[in-house]
Antibody, heavy 122, light 110 residues
Framework: EVQLLESGGDLVQPGGSLRLSCAAS????????MIWVRQVPGKGLEWVSS????????YYTDSVKGRFTVSRDNSKTTLSLQMNNLRVDDTAVYYC???????????????WGQGTTVIVSS | QSALTQPPSASGSPGQSVTISCTGT?????????VSWYQQHPGKAPQLLIY???KRPSGVPDRFSGSKSGNTASLTVSGLQAEDEADYYC??????????FGGGTKLTVL
């Protein structure tokens, strides 16, 4: 069974840092692009970042460029999101998701984790 | 990248059909056949319903179907059931390796 389990969400002050992790199992992790999506409670979904299976292609939404860094450890089947200089508007539930096909995340996100909550507040 | 436009709400009675629209531009929905749809129940993670405009993952009932015309994609739910009451989000490849979501549609089964 394909599973994704996020962790690392917490309450952090503005300007602080946090590292989210997503433990993957049940599929050949290195073959699939992965994605981070966030959702402000009661609001819609927002794409945050994507990373290719080998980790060589990485993309970010404009609002997190220069502050967030996505990475993956294929030997440990783990996806990470390092978040620095956090802002109040980064408060959200963060989901990791697996591409539906080997073609990448543009083809859809077939499996999602349960999410981890990040609250940025003083 | 602007969010795709979805109606905030939709409704239908059990057994009826409902169609949810998702309007973008020629730079996203209209430019690529990479539209996907997600269902999200309260407190749960989104689930993939449709990818590449019309394809259904295994396990998704054929009551759910997708289509696209120009810059607008659509999700049709046929034979509405009580468990279809949820939020629905569209997503499109936006070029330059970006992805964009719609604002979401709350589907109510009357």
């Amino acid at each position: 069974e394909v599973q994704l389990l996020e962790s690392g969400g917490d309450l952090v002050q503005p300007g602080g840092s946090l590292r989210l992790s997503c433990a993957a199992s049940g599929f050949i992790f290195s073959s699939y692009s992965m994605i981070w999506v966030r959702q402000v409670p009661g609001k819609g979904l927002e794409w945050v970042s994507s990373i290719s299976g080998g980790g060589d292609y990485i993309y970010y939404t404009d609002s997190v460029k220069g502050r967030f860094t996505v990475s993956r450890d294929n030997s440990k089947t783990t996806l990470s999101l390092q978040m620095n200089n956090l802002r109040v508007d980064d408060t959200a539930v963060y989901y990791c998701a697996k591409a539906q096909t080997l073609g990448g995340v543009r083809y859809g996100m077939g499996v999602w984790g349960q999410g981890t909550t990040v609250i940025v507040s003083s | 990248q602007s969010a795709l436009t979805q109606p905030p709400s939709a409704s239908g009675s059990p057994g009826q059909s409902v169609t949810i629209s998702c309007t973008g531009t020629s730079s996203d929905v209209g430019g690529y056949n990479f539209v996907s749809w997600y269902q999200q129940h309260p407190g749960k993670a989104p689930q993939l319903l449709i990818y590449e405009v019309t394809k259904r993952p295994s396990g998704v009932p054929d009551r759910f179907s997708g289509s696209k015309s120009g810059n607008t994609a659509s999700l049709t739910v046929s034979g509405l059931q009580a468990e279809d009451e949820a939020d629905y989000y569209c997503n499109s490849f936006g070029g330059s390796n970006t992805l964009v979501f719609g604002g979401g549609t709350k589907l109510t089964v009357l």
